[in-house]
């Protein structure tokens, strides 16, 4: 009875939410929007309203990736249509039995300091990630990567211990943008922390902590992706990258054109912005979607049964479709979203809402009493699930509304959901990291291919630990079925396996989806040539122009 009354309550507050959001925009008025042959405006500065500020201006968060694909340059960039095209590597070749990748590099490329881009540059990046320089790299390479060398000064070959077909695309990610050699060996790590330096279409000017980075135009660009829509240096001057944490103040800063772009649009905000004009951009990110998974190592998500009653608790799709409004996707697949190559459907379809099966497994294990406020007991114990999110850094507020609703729903078979929000100073810290301080966790990992699942779900042990395994789950059924789709060459059996794979995360009840992460731009119609990059959904600068 009370999954229909959380529903019509989700709605209620999604709808006042809604009233208040148009009453205090309703003075803003449609932008002007130029005509279509408006005349291209040399230089100025973009001002672009980001939601979150990275530790470091490179690594292996996502948000350190938006930034620094604006002043690195990758070995290869993504298309549209998820091909591999040339960036700083003009051309490749595999070996026959696949283990040995050889990268031309384009000749004459720069860093900023005026270091050659070259074969010994590039094998320096390679060892480096793997050494910690960015640890999220060094995951996508773990069980694969076992070195590089310059052949010569344009020829790098990177050495594999098991092939890899889908090597090169996971390259075209942000995390593998290439840095200077010298500044790598010569500088601290807080300088390259700061003001990293590469070969891109800008350079770090400045970093104002708390505020903004400025980039500046390299006159001296060179290197262009083959997918880029110009070539020589970038239009605009200089873009300020601001660090706006709310998502209605970066609504408005592009309503009253204190900002040209932003990024992270609220779902109720999408409508208005769309009707008034302004140009829209949505990229559902493939990898890991928005999922729950559950620490398989203790109670109560120990017992399957008890992880799948409280799958059969929730509906989950209208609770994304109450808050999303229709632009954040539900997606019931816990192992990868559906924009991700290899996606299985039937694992997405594995659940649905069903509150008396729900009801039979609880009652089956024992979870027959219930106390004052509902929740169901055993020998005197209450069904209590630990569920701290990562507030304002992995989850957004649309994202925190959701895990509201879960909570709520959850209530009505009887399970206690502790929802707690862990501050950026927390999350940064590991608190609520470990086997012992959970029940069940949320995030995602961004990838272009169903790959991610080696990371999300390969054994941890004590020698080899995986602290991307969430679950705390180790089979090796599971990471047979992933290490084989990820060294099989044909794409249709490669995908089959993934899909096993999904299927066996499903059947077993390990994760579940609830929604695609989505990378969103807002963009002021006097500003064109704004794109989002096409392995992760961030927005590209290097095209960017304005008219007038």
């Not at 203790?298 to 989950?316: M, T, V, Y």
């Not at 299985?344 to 024992?366: F, H, M, P, T, V």
């Not at 399970?415 to 929000?421: A, G, H, Q, R, Y």
């Not at 470990?434 to 999300?456: F, R």
Request: hydrophobic content about 35%; charged content about 20%.
């Amino acid at each position: 009875m009370n999954a229909p009354r959380t529903r019509r309550t989700l709605a209620a507050t999604a709808a006042a939410a809604a009233l208040a959001l148009a009453l205090s925009a309703c003075n803003s008025g449609s932008v002007t929007v130029p005509s279509a042959d408006a005349e291209r405006v040399d230089g100025g500065t973009i001002v672009y309203a980001h939601q979150q500020e990275p530790q470091c201006l490179f690594g292996g968060w996502i948000e350190q990736a938006y930034i620094s694909y604006q002043f690195l340059d990758n070995l290869f960039s993504l298309t549209e249509d998820g091909e591999a095209v040339p960036w700083l590597a003009e051309d490749w070749t595999v070996s026959e039995d696949g283990l040995t990748y050889t990268l031309t590099l384009k000749d004459g490329v720069e860093f900023t300091d005026g270091t050659p881009v070259d074969a010994e540059a590039v094998a320096y990046n390679f060892d480096y990630w793997v050494a910690g320089g960015n640890s999220t790299a060094a995951v996508w390479l773990g069980g694969y990567y076992e070195s590089a060398e310059a052949v010569d000064d344009l020829t790098v070959a990177i050495h594999l211990s098991r092939p890899y077909p889908r090597f090169i695309e996971n390259l075209t990610q942000g995390y593998f943008g290439i840095q200077s050699q010298q500044a790598l060996e010569t500088r601290t790590d807080e300088e390259n922390c700061e003001q990293p330096i590469g070969s891109g279409a800008f350079v770090v000017q400045e970093w104002n902590r708390g505020e903004n980075v400025v980039l500046v135009r390299n006159d001296e660009y060179t290197s262009w992706p083959e997918n880029a829509e110009h070539t020589g240096p970038a239009y605009v001057e200089k873009v300020d990258w601001r660090f706006v944490a709310d998502g209605v103040t970066r609504v408005s800063a592009l309503r009253s054109g204190e900002a040209d772009a932003i990024y992270d649009i609220p779902a109720i905000e999408w409508d208005g912005l769309d009707g008034e004009q302004y140009e829209l951009h949505k990229y559902v990110t493939p990898g890991r979607p928005q999922q729950i998974s559950f620490n398989t190592t203790r109670e109560p998500f120990d017992d399957e049964n008890l992880r799948k009653a409280f799958i059969f608790s929730l509906d989950r799709e209208s609770i994304v479709d109450t808050i999303g409004h229709g632009v954040i996707p539900f997606e019931g697949n816990g192992g990868v979203s559906q924009a991700t190559p290899g996606y299985s459907q039937k694992a997405a379809d594995w659940y649905a809402e069903d509150i008396d099966e729900a009801n039979r497994l609880l009652d089956e294990a024992g979870w027959t009493d219930r106390d004052g406020d509902g929740y169901r007991t055993k020998e005197g114990k209450t069904l209590e699930v630990v569920f701290p999110y990562n507030a304002g850094t992995i989850i957004n507020a649309d994202g925190a509304s959701i895990f509201q609703a879960v909570q709520e729903q959850a209530k009505a078979t009887g399970f206690k959901v502790d929802l707690i929000p862990v501050p950026p100073s927390e999350t940064w810290a590991g608190t609520y990291s470990g086997p012992d301080s959970y029940d069940i966790s949320a995030g995602y990992w961004t990838s272009v291919n169903a790959g991610i699942l080696y990371i999300n779900w390969r054994p941890s042990t004590e020698d080899d630990p995986n602290y991307a395994n969430s679950a705390f789950y180790d089979s090796p059924e599971l990471e047979s079925l992933i290490l084989a789709a990820n060294s099989e060459s044909d794409v249709d059996a490669q995908n089959a396996l993934y899909g096993q794979a999904q299927e066996y995360i499903a059947e077993h009840a390990l994760s579940f989806g609830l929604y695609d992460r989505l990378s969103t731009l807002g963009v002021n119609p006097r500003l064109r040539g704004v794109w989002q990059e096409h392995a992760q959904g961030g927005p590209t600068f290097y095209d960017a122009y304005f008219v007038e």
